[in-house]
C-alpha cells in the first residue's frame, strides 16, 4: 500500500525505474508472483494520466514563453526540458505540481501575452506580470482564469479596454495601475469580487464616469488606489462603509468636485490618504481626527476652505501637504509636538500667525515649504536639528528676525528661500558655504552685513539673489571659485568695491546683476572669459575706466546695461558683434564715434548723457561727428525733397490713370489716391508706383478685419508683402453710404490717423531678425498701405492645421519656438519703448525660405481699436478667441503679460499639433485648459500629449517645451515669466545641445 499512497509523487522516470526494479528481483517473491502483475497495469495508467496533465502545464507554459522575449535573460533560461517545470524561475506548483502561480515582476519581459496559453493552466491562481515592457490588448481569454486570486498587470503598455471579467469572483488583489488601457472601464465587474482587498485602477486614459458605487460594495478592501482614473462627480458618502481601508487615493481627477464628505471620518484605519490635484471644495469635515493613525495626507491643489484645526490630534503624521488651497487661520500648536513629521507643504494658501517653534525638531525634518501666505514672527529654528533639511522655502510672508543660526551648520540644505519677508540682521556665515545648497534667495528684506568669503566652497551653488536689501561690504574674491554660479543678483543694495578680477573664472555664468550698489573701480577684462553670459547690468554704479573688449567675444549676450557710472573712452568696435536687445550706455563720460552698428533707432537713448560721444547716424540721438557731415546730409535733403516732388507729380498722372482703369484690372477701389506720400525705412529698390500698379485681385492672398494683404513681384524679381489698410470703412461693405454720412465718420475721413502715424514710427526702428521687416509705407488721404518683405512658406497656423500643412520634425518647431520667443522679447524689452504685441498667434508668425520665424501684425490692433472705438463706445478686445489672456474677462487693462499667455498658447500648438479651440477639449475650453486638465504632475499624460509624429527620443524634450508652456499660460498675471525668461528657459531645451546634434544654420545677424 505503500507504493500506492507514493504514486502522486511520481512521474514518468520514476515508474520506469520501479519497473527495472522488479525485474531485477527474484522470480519466486511476493512482488514478482502476486502484487506487480495485478497492480503493475493499474499503476502505470494512473502515473500516464497524471504525466499527461503535467505535459499539458509544461506545453501551456512553452506557448507563454514563446511569446515573449526575456531582454535581461534572468528567466526564460531556466524554463527547459532539462529542468523540472515546478524549478522554472517564476513558477510555483502546488501539491499536485500543478502550476499555481506565474510571479515576474519587473523581469524586462516585452511583446503580447498569450492570455489564453497562461488561462489554460487549470490550477492558476496568482498572475504577477507586473512592471514589464508587455503590449497589446488583455483579452476575453482572461475569463478563463477562473480560479485565480491575485492579478498583477500594472505598469505596462497594454491598449484598447479592459473585458470584463465578472467571473474571476475568487479575486483578492486586482492591479491595472499604469497599464495604458483606455475606454470604459467595466466597473460592473466589480459586484462579484466581493473578496477583493486591493483594487488599483489608477493612472489610465479611462472614458470619464461618476464614482463607481460598485465599489463601495467591496468591503473587505484595505487598499484603494483611483488616482488619474477620469473619475468626476463627488466622492459619496458611503465612501466610510470601506472600514478595513488603509490606504485611500482619489488624487489627479479634474472633474472630482464637491466636498470632503464626513463618510471618511469613519475609516479609523487610514494610514495614508490622497486627494490632491481635484476639483474639491468646502471644509475639512469636523471629526477628521479621528483619523489618528494618519501617515500621508495629501489634499493639495484644491479649493478647500477654513482651519486646519480638526487636524491637530494627527499626532502619526509624517507628511502633511495641503498647497494651493484656500485655506486660512493659524497652525495648531500641537503641529509642534508632532514626532514623526518630515514633511510639510502648506504654500498658497491664506494662513496667518506664527508657526511653531517648535515644528520639525523632533524626526529627521525633510522639507518645509510654507511659502506665499502671511505667517509673522520669526522662522522656526530646529528645522534641521537631525540634520536631513533639504528645503527651507519660507518666500512671500511677513517673517520678522533673521535667518536663525543653527542652519548655519544644515549640511544636507538644497535650497533656502526666504525672499520678500521683513526678515533683518546679517547671514549667518556658515550659510554662505553650505556644501548642498544650491540656491540662496533673500531677495526683498532687510539684511545686512558682507557675503563671507567662504562662499567659494559652495561647490553646488548656482543662484545667488539678494537684491533690495541692505547688504554692503566688498565682493570677496573667492566668488568665483563658486564654480557652479549661474545667476548673480545683487541689485540694490550696498556693495563696494571692485568686481573681482577672477570673476572670468565662472564659466556657467548665464546673468549677472549688479546694479545700483557702490561698485567702483574697472570692469574687469576677464568678464569677457564667462561665455554663457546672456545679460550684463552694472547700472548705477562708479565703475570707471574703458569698456572692455573683451564683452564683445560674449556671443550669447543678449542684455548689457552700464548705464549711470563713470566709464570713458571710446565704445570698443568688437561689441558691433553683439547681437543685442538690449543696450544701454548712457550717463558716463564716453567719448569718440559710436560704431554704427549700434547706432540705430531701435538703441534711441542708449547713449544720452555722454557730450563727448558723437554718431554718423543722426537718428542715434546724439549730435553728429561733424558738421561738414551736416551740410551734406542737408543737401541730401534738398535732393531727396526734390526727387519726391517729382515723383508726386508722377504719380498724380499715375493715380488718374489707375483710377479710370481700376475695373478693367480689378485693381483696389482707391476712392481718393489722388497724391501718395512715402516714407522709407529702408533703402529701397522700388518705388509707390510700382506697388500700387500692383494691387490687383489675382495678387491678393490674404483678407484680415484691419485689410487686404497683396503678394507683389517687382520687375527685378523682388516678392514684397504689401497691407492695405482703408483709413474708414471697407469699400466693399453693404453698409457703406450708412457710414459715410455719420459726422464721426468724416472728421476720421479728414485728418490722418495720429495713432497710425506713432505706430508706423514704432514699426520703422525694429530691427531684428525674427520680427517682419517693414520696407515703407504709402499714404494717401484714406488709404495706408505697410510694405512687408515676403515670406514664401506663409504662417504657422498654415503649416500646422491648415490643408497647405507640412510635416515638421521637433527640430524644426523648436527652431521655430526659440526664434518667436527672441521676437517677442526683443518687442518687450529691446525697444525703445516697449510694445505689446497684442494678437500673438501662430497666424502671425510667418516663415521665411529656411523657416526661419518672424512675428507680423503686431500693434495694428491697438490702432484699429482706437479707431473703431471713435464711432462705437462698445469695449473691444483685442485678440483671438484661444490665445486671449483669462484677465481679459476682468480688466480692460494689459500689458506684456497678455502676450506671454498667448505665446504659451503657440507653444502648446507646437508641441502637440492641435488647434487652440478642438471640439475635444469640450465645451468653453480651450487648449490651456486642456493640458492643465490632462497633466496631472503624471509624465506620462505630458507625453501623450506630444505630437505623435515625432520621434520618440525627441518627445523628452517637447515636454520640457511643454512645462514652459503650462508655465507663460498662468491664470495669474503675476506668475507668468517675462519673454526674456522665457527665451532663457527654452534655451535650455534646445534638443541639439541635449542630445549632441550638430545642426548647420546661417548666421542669424541680419544686415538691415
Request: glycine fraction near 8%; aromatic fraction near 8%.
Amino acid at each position: 500500500m505503500v507504493f500506492f499512497f507514493l504514486i502522486p509523487f511520481w512521474n514518468f522516470t520514476d515508474v520506469t525505474n520501479l519497473i527495472s526494479l522488479s525485474i531485477e528481483m527474484p522470480a519466486g517473491s511476493f512482488f514478482r508472483r502476486w502484487l506487480f502483475p495485478r497492480g503493475f497495469m493499474f499503476l502505470v495508467s494512473l502515473c500516464m494520466v497524471l504525466q499527461s496533465s503535467r505535459g499539458d502545464d509544461f506545453q501551456l507554459l512553452m506557448q507563454f514563453k514563446s511569446s515573449l522575449k526575456d531582454e535581461s535573460s534572468r528567466v526564460f533560461d531556466s524554463w527547459t526540458t532539462r529542468n523540472r517545470l515546478c524549478n522554472f524561475t517564476g513558477i510555483v506548483c502546488d501539491s499536485n505540481r500543478m502550476v499555481k502561480e506565474i510571479s515576474l515582476p519587473q523581469e524586462e519581459l516585452s511583446g503580447i501575452v498569450s492570455f489564453d496559453s497562461v488561462c489554460g493552466l487549470e490550477s492558476l491562481e496568482k498572475l504577477d506580470l507586473g512592471a514589464n515592457f508587455l503590449y497589446g490588448r488583455v483579452t476575453d481569454h482572461l475569463r478563463n482564469c477562473s480560479r485565480l486570486e491575485y492579478l498583477d498587470l500594472s505598469n505596462n503598455s497594454f491598449s484598447g479596454e479592459f473585458p470584463d471579467l465578472s467571473v474571476l469572483n475568487q479575486l483578492k488583489f486586482l492591479n491595472l495601475n499604469a497599464t495604458s488601457l483606455s475606454g470604459r472601464f467595466p466597473w460592473k465587474s466589480l459586484e462579484n469580487m466581493t473578496s477583493l482587498g486591493f483594487l488599483s485602477l489608477g493612472d489610465n486614459v479611462f472614458e470619464k464616469s461618476p464614482f463607481p458605487l460598485e465599489v463601495l460594495k467591496l468591503e473587505k478592501l484595505y487598499w484603494l488606489y483611483l488616482t488619474n482614473a477620469s473619475i468626476e462627480g463627488e466622492i459619496p458618502e458611503g465612501i466610510g462603509n470601506l472600514t478595513l481601508l488603509e490606504n485611500l487615493q482619489i488624487s489627479q481627477n479634474s472633474y472630482l468636485s464637491g466636498k470632503i464628505p464626513d463618510g471618511i471620518t469613519k475609516l479609523t484605519r487610514l494610514w495614508e490618504l490622497e486627494l490632491h490635484e481635484n476639483q474639491l471644495t468646502g471644509k475639512i469635515p469636523v471629526g477628521f481626527g479621528n483619523l489618528t493613525n494618519l501617515v500621508y495626507f495629501d489634499a493639495s491643489a484644491n479649493y478647500i476652505e477654513g482651519d486646519i484645526s480638526e487636524l491637530k490630534s494627527l499626532t502619526q503624521l509624517q507628511s502633511f501637504q495641503m498647497y494651493g488651497n484656500n485655506l486660512s487661520g493659524e497652525i495648531p500648536v500641537e503641529f509642534g509636538e508632532f514626532k514623526s513629521l518630515v514633511e510639510l507643504s502648506l504654500y498658497r494658501n491664506r494662513f496667518t500667525g506664527t508657526v511653531p517653534q517648535k515644528i520639525g525638531s523632533w524626526a529627521p525634518f525633510q522639507f518645509i515649504d510654507i511659502s506665499e501666505n502671511f505667517f509673522t514672527g520669526p522662522i522656526p529654528p530646529d528645522m534641521c536639528k537631525q540634520g536631513q533639511l533639504t528645503d527651507l522655502l519660507v518666500l512671500q510672508n511677513k517673517f520678522t528676525g533673521g535667518i536663525p543660526g543653527n542652519y548655519a551648520g544644515c549640511s544636507t540644505l538644497v535650497r533656502l528661500r526666504a525672499n520678500n519677508n521683513s526678515l533683518s540682521g546679517t547671514v549667518p556665515v556658515g550659510i554662505w558655504s553650505l556644501p548642498s545648497l544650491e540656491i540662496i534667495d533673500l531677495r526683498l528684506n532687510q539684511f545686512e552685513g558682507p557675503i563671507a568669503s567662504g562662499i567659494g566652497e559652495a561647490k553646488s551653488l548656482a543662484q545667488v539673489f539678494l537684491a533690495n536689501n541692505r547688504f554692503n561690504g566688498p565682493l570677496p574674491e573667492r566668488l568665483s571659485e563658486a564654480s557652479s554660479l549661474v545667476s548673480i543678483n545683487l541689485s540694490s543694495n550696498n556693495f563696494s568695491g571692485g568686481i573681482p578680477e577672477n570673476i572670468g573664472e565662472l564659466k556657467k555664468l548665464n546673468s549677472l546683476i549688479l546694479d545700483h550698489n557702490l561698485f567702483s573701480g574697472n570692469i574687469p577684462v576677464s568678464i569677457g572669459s564667462c561665455v554663457s553670459l546672456n545679460e550684463i547690468n552694472l547700472a548705477g554704479n562708479s565703475l570707471s575706466g574703458e569698456i572692455p573688449a573683451s564683452i564683445g567675444s560674449l556671443t550669447s549676450l543678449n542684455s548689457l546695461n552700464l548705464s549711470d557710472n563713470q566709464l570713458s573712452g571710446e565704445i570698443p568696435v568688437a561689441l558691433s558683434s553683439l547681437r543685442l536687445s538690449l543696450l544701454d550706455f548712457s550717463n558716463n563720460r564716453l567719448t569718440g564715434h559710436i560704431p554704427s552698428s549700434l547706432s540705430m533707432v531701435a538703441f534711441n537713448g542708449s547713449f544720452s548723457g555722454n557730450p563727448g560721444l558723437c554718431s554718423e547716424d543722426t537718428r542715434s540721438g546724439v549730435r553728429p561727428c561733424s558738421s561738414h557731415s551736416s551740410r551734406s546730409k542737408g543737401h541730401r535733403t534738398v535732393i531727396i525733397c526734390l526727387l519726391v516732388g517729382i515723383v508726386v507729380l508722377i504719380i498724380l498722372g499715375a493715380c488718374f490713370v489707375f483710377t479710370k482703369s481700376k475695373h478693367k484690372n480689378q485693381q483696389i477701389p482707391a476712392r481718393k489716391s489722388d497724391s501718395w506720400n512715402i516714407k522709407q525705412f529702408h533703402i529701397l529698390s522700388f518705388s509707390e508706383d510700382q506697388v500700387v500698379k500692383a494691387l490687383k485681385q489675382e495678387n491678393l492672398i490674404g483678407k484680415g478685419g484691419s485689410g487686404n494683404v497683396y503678394k507683389i513681384v517687382l520687375d527685378n524679381g523682388k516678392q514684397l508683402a504689401v497691407k492695405h489698410i482703408w483709413k474708414s470703412e471697407n469699400p466693399g461693405a453693404d453698409h457703406r453710404r450708412s457710414l459715410s454720412s455719420s459726422p464721426m465718420l468724416s472728421v476720421r475721413k479728414d485728418r490722418r490717423s495720429k495713432e497710425y502715424d506713432a505706430e508706423v514710427a514704432a514699426l520703422s526702428s525694429i530691427r531684428h531678425v525674427n520680427v517682419v521687416k517693414l520696407y515703407c509705407s504709402i499714404t494717401s488721404e484714406d488709404s495706408n498701405l505697410l510694405v512687408y518683405e515676403y515670406l514664401p512658406n506663409g504662417s504657422l497656423w498654415d503649416r500646422l492645421h491648415s490643408s497647405n500643412k507640412t510635416k515638421m520634425d521637433w527640430l524644426v518647431r523648436y527652431e521655430i519656438a526659440l526664434g518667436a520667443a527672441r521676437g517677442l522679447e526683443y518687442l518687450h524689452h529691446g525697444c525703445d519703448h516697449a510694445m505689446i504685441h497684442r494678437d500673438v498667434k501662430s497666424c502671425n508668425i510667418l516663415l521665411d525660405e529656411k523657416m526661419k520665424p518672424k512675428i507680423a501684425d503686431f500693434g495694428l490692433a491697438k490702432i484699429l481699436e482706437a479707431s473703431i472705438a471713435s464711432i462705437d463706445t462698445s469695449c473691444v478686445i483685442a485678440g483671438t478667441h484661444g490665445y486671449i489672456a483669462p484677465e481679459y474677462a476682468y480688466t480692460s487693462k494689459v500689458n506684456e503679460k497678455s502676450d506671454v499667455y498667448s505665446f504659451g498658447v503657440v507653444l502648446m500648438e507646437l508641441v502637440t499639433g492641435k488647434k487652440p479651440v478642438e471640439p475635444e477639449f469640450g465645451e468653453n475650453n480651450n487648449i490651456a485648459q486642456w493640458v492643465c486638465s490632462r497633466l496631472m504632475g503624471n509624465k506620462e499624460s505630458m507625453m501623450d500629449m506630444v505630437d505623435s509624429s515625432f520621434s520618440v527620443g525627441f518627445k523628452e524634450d517637447a515636454v520640457k517645451v511643454l512645462k514652459i508652456a503650462m508655465h507663460c499660460t498662468a491664470r495669474l498675471p503675476s506668475l507668468r515669466p517675462s519673454m526674456r525668461m522665457v527665451v532663457q528657459m527654452l534655451e535650455d531645451a534646445d534638443p541639439c545641445k541635449l542630445t549632441g546634434i550638430v545642426v548647420n544654420s546661417e548666421d542669424d545677424n541680419e544686415k538691415f
